[in-house]
């Protein structure tokens, strides 16, 4: 069943104006309402002089993101993305004989299943292996309801569970939204990064380019950002887009900006990322170092190697009846590259998130059999 977060009166926040690591909950939401968006417009309109005339000067301008995740250290990890993924064995040969429709065919077993989305055989794990990911969904699921599906990008082989759960997905959408803006919009030219876009939210209004509200959004999860984002490209094609991925449980809905969606819709999203961060082109490499640099991740966390490239976006809630604990992104390990997906309907705790841990580490240590 759908949670949605009304815009028009109180909702929950999936992060604080930054979300980092260390915080007890993810925060209350600002839900964009129809209020907000014409006080934008009024501001807008009163403006519109001043903004042209320093449009320049915002575009120059960067947002502070905490920590150690500056503007500097995303393009670092940018270039070091770049470097990473070209080392990787190409997946282009498999992505292009496999369509959207294909991931339908993901097992929705309530029994963790292997699969092949290429027509073989399905792998093969070893009962160690089994029982080890037992053992974790079991831990997670005292305190909520699990679902993943975990693949290899090159062989099509991969581990699911509960594939069409529906989760709240919190702040894990982000990263498909920048996808969105900058797959459709940016790269066809109808919007640029360096845009100057109005934001408004709990603690902030002004002006900020299009370039700094995914940074932002991305990396350190900010509410403010990604929904000013949504107010301004949500009505430039995000349906068209979202349906040409064959996804039907994120639609545009005037109820809330955080969709309700499954493991197998993330896992065709991520997907996409993939084929779009192959693409190569200065706004892909520069996105993908974004997501080389988010600030949480309980895939990153779980596999814990150094060496291993993990690009990702998680999302995590503890209010009012919105519970969740996700992370979903890509791998970059041992010549190949991997899509996984963990939406569980726990609670955002430390614990919770130390159960995602479990069960990312446990889906990893699988990837041999997966190729």
Not at 49 to 69: E, F, H, N, P
Request: charged share 20%; with cysteine.
């Amino acid at each position: 069943m759908r949670n949605n977060a009304s815009r028009s009166g109180y909702a929950p926040r999936h992060g604080d104006k930054q979300e980092v690591p260390g915080a007890s909950c993810c925060g209350l939401s600002v839900i964009r309402s129809r209020v907000a968006r014409l006080a934008i417009a009024g501001v807008a309109v009163l403006t519109v002089i001043i903004l042209a005339m320093t449009a320049k000067t915002y575009a120059s301008q960067r947002v502070t993101l905490s920590g150690d995740a500056t503007v500097q250290a995303q393009n670092e990890k940018a270039s070091k993305s770049k470097c990473e993924a070209k080392q990787a064995l190409s997946t282009v040969g498999l992505q292009a004989g496999l369509s959207m429709a294909d991931f339908n065919d993901i097992p929705a077993s309530d029994a963790i299943q292997a699969f092949s989305l290429v027509g073989g055989k399905a792998p093969a794990c070893s009962n160690v292996q089994l029982a080890a990911l037992e053992d974790a969904v079991a831990k997670a699921e005292e305190l909520g309801e699990v679902g993943f599906v975990f693949y290899d990008l090159t062989s099509g082989e991969g581990v699911a569970y509960h594939s069409n759960l529906e989760i709240y997905g919190a702040s894990s959408y982000k990263a498909p939204y920048a996808l969105y803006i900058c797959e459709s919009l940016v790269e066809t030219g109808q919007v640029s990064l360096d845009d100057p876009l109005g934001t408004y939210g709990s603690s902030s209004m002004g002006w900020q380019t299009v370039r700094d509200l995914i940074e932002a959004a991305v990396v350190n999860s900010d509410n403010d950002s990604y929904i000013a984002l949504r107010s301004a490209f949500d009505q430039d094609g995000y349906e068209d887009w979202v349906a040409s991925l064959d996804i039907d449980d994120a639609p545009l809905d005037v109820m809330s900006d955080f969709p309700t969606y499954c493991p197998c819709s993330s896992a065709k999203l991520w997907h996409e990322m993939s084929e779009y961060l192959n693409g190569d082109t200065e706004t892909s490499q520069w996105l993908s170092g974004l997501l080389a640099a988010t600030t949480r991740s309980f895939i990153r966390d779980g596999i814990a190697d150094n060496q291993v490239l993990v690009r990702n976006k998680g999302g995590w809630i503890c209010e009012d009846g919105y519970y969740s604990t996700c992370d979903a992104g890509l791998i970059d390990a041992d010549d190949h590259a991997y899509v996984m997906s963990i939406m569980a309907s726990m609670p955002w705790s430390d614990q919770s998130g130390a159960l995602v841990s479990q069960i990312a580490s446990a889906l990893y240590d699988m990837r041999a059999v997966l190729s």
